[in-house]
């Protein structure tokens, strides 16, 4: 019998994984590390956990720990726990994903440092079995050899890889410690790769991500190539991978769960979620030099030549979407461009070797399902804090 603990509990990957455990039979119970002032709001967290999608919640398979992965006491208390004495199973889901620079430290805090604390404590278990850590496919950075190409399950981990964001290279560091100080028959490595949306028609636990497709809509310009691939998975199928890996007979130390030959291209993506109305022009797809006459525009500029060709564009920015709010908008997704530009796929190979989950559904075709769901967005609340 599998007694879990999971991090993350509350979270948009971990919320959906959380809710896959508690319907398996062999799994006996799940202590979910939330961050709490008491244990009674970690309850009712938990409870509106199972509620949004009307899942059963059993207080008795599911139990609330208020902890915090910040808290430099974190291995002490869990050590002095009584409850955790017989957990086997550990699945380290919580991060904080923010792309913003000035909050490198609290994301180094939460992401390396915490994860140093629970194995502090997770290393002295006497009956731990699985280490399971959920990363990030894109810790593989942007150096130019991963630039294009699809990145294989049995790439190096490379600690010198440039990196966009903070985020992505805090759980590279965080990988880095966990295969250091785990035992290698313990440790189950997962790396999903870009999470957006849930397969089904039903309210998304997180628009994280999701708010760029909000976004694409008000601007109606990509300045991406629209031949580069977007490794995007729906949370219900990485939930459903994660599941069924930890209950598989693995070969394997690391896995992707990835959409791999499945990524959908920029512009399949754009055909699938990019709506028309009337008075707003069509999704171009420009260049990053387009890009710059731009932003000299919208800074009070004359139009630069190569603005030529999208005058219904620029038209259409200033007077249905607005100078400021377009300013906001494009400077938020600076950093998700570059990721676009990566044109990355991950190859899931092992996933589907391993477990009989079936390949992803490609974003551009699950998404057309579940765009009315992402119509409460916000993009520009998105932006200003990414």
């Not at 512009?267 to 009337?278: M, N, Q, V």
Request: glycine share 6%; proline share 5%; with cysteine.
């Amino acid at each position: 019998m599998y007694k879990v603990l999971l991090t993350g509990a509350t979270g948009f990957l971990g919320g959906e994984l959380l809710v896959e455990l508690s319907k398996v039979s062999c799994v006996e119970k799940i202590v979910c590390l939330v961050r709490a002032p008491n244990e009674g709001d970690a309850g009712r967290r938990l409870e509106r956990v199972f509620a949004l999608h009307n899942d059963p919640y059993d207080s008795k398979k599911v139990l609330p720990l208020a902890a915090d992965l910040l808290d430099s006491r974190l291995s002490y208390d869990l050590l002095r726990d009584s409850r955790l004495r017989d957990i086997n199973v550990i699945i380290h889901a919580a991060a904080n994903t923010s792309f913003l620079a000035q909050k490198q430290t609290a994301i180094e805090a939460t992401n390396v440092f915490g994860t140093g604390r629970l194995l502090d404590w997770a290393l002295n278990l006497d009956k731990l079995a699985t280490f399971a850590y959920v990363g990030t496919a894109t810790m593989v950075g942007c150096s130019p050899d991963v630039v294009g190409r699809t990145i294989l399950e049995t790439d190096d981990l490379d600690c010198s890889a440039e990196h966009l964001v903070g985020y992505t290279r805090s759980k590279m560091l965080a990988e880095m410690e966990v295969r250091s100080r785990v035992p290698r028959e313990k440790l189950l490595v997962i790396r999903p790769s870009i999470l957006l949306g849930d397969s089904r028609c039903v309210v998304p636990r997180s628009y994280d991500i999701a708010w760029i497709i909000a976004a694409s809509q008000r601007l109606r310009m990509n300045f991406s190539s629209p031949d580069a691939a977007c490794d995007i998975l729906p949370v219900d199928y990485a939930a459903r991978a994660i599941v069924k890996l930890l209950l598989a007979e693995r070969h394997y130390l690391m896995y992707h769960v990835s959409a791999g030959q499945s990524a959908s291209t920029l512009g399949e993506l754009g055909k699938a979620t990019i709506s028309s109305w009337e008075g707003a022009p069509p999704l171009v797809f420009a260049t990053k030099p387009d890009l710059a006459a731009l932003k000299k525009w919208l800074r009070g500029g004359p139009p630069d030549a190569r603005l030529r060709p999208f005058r219904q564009h620029l038209e259409y920015l200033k007077e249905s979407v607005g100078l400021r709010e377009v300013r906001l908008l494009l400077s938020g997704l600076e950093a998700y461009w570059k990721f676009m530009d990566l044109n990355q796929r991950f190859d899931n190979a092992r996933l589907l070797a391993d477990t009989d989950i079936e390949a992803p559904e490609p974003a551009s075709q699950y998404l057309k399902r579940t765009l009315s769901f992402l119509e409460c967005v916000d993009p520009l609340a998105a932006a200003v804090n990414p």
